[in-house]
Nanobody, 127 residues
Framework: QVQLVESGGGSVQAGGSLRLSCVAS????????MGWFRQAPGKEREFVAA?????????YADSVKGRLFTISRNNAKNTVYLQMDSLKPEDTAVYYC???????????????????WGQGTQVTVSS
């Protein structure tokens, strides 16, 4: 079992930055693909970004591509990060970290492909 705990959320003004962290315990995540998802009130959970187990591949949702969102990982610290710059009010949501070891990388944007989830961290961006 893998336990995931997110942190780093908060309230910022539009144009501000936040760095989310996801710390894993229970197992090393060095063989796991990792993803970040978000869910706004009244909406379905949506994909934000994913990073392969090696860190050699990343994948971003169209909604954040080119917007200074960067996913990274430090396997030695069993931690995954999401750096978010130039935040907009529409980025307001609960952000979740997810992990999966057997997923086909081509499906890394699919919320149904991940076995392990954190409890989420709230991000609020005001205009």
């Amino acid at each position: 079992q893998v336990q995931l705990v997110e942190s780093g959320g908060g309230s910022v003004q539009a144009g501000g930055s936040l760095r989310l962290s996801c710390v894993a315990s229970g197992r090393t995540i060095r063989s796991y693909h990792m993803g970040w998802f978000r869910q706004a009130p009244g909406k379905e959970r949506e994909f934000v970004a994913a990073i392969s187990w090696s860190g050699g591949s990343t994948f971003y949702a169209d909604s954040v591509k080119g917007r200074l969102f960067t996913i990274s990982r430090n396997n030695a610290k069993n931690t995954v990060y999401l750096q978010m710059d130039s935040l907009k009010p529409e980025d307001t949501a609960v952000y979740y970290c997810a992990a999966d070891r057997t997923m086909d990388w081509s499906k890394s944007g699919d919320v149904n492909e991940y076995d392990y989830w954190g409890q989420g961290t709230q991000v609020t961006v005001s205009s």
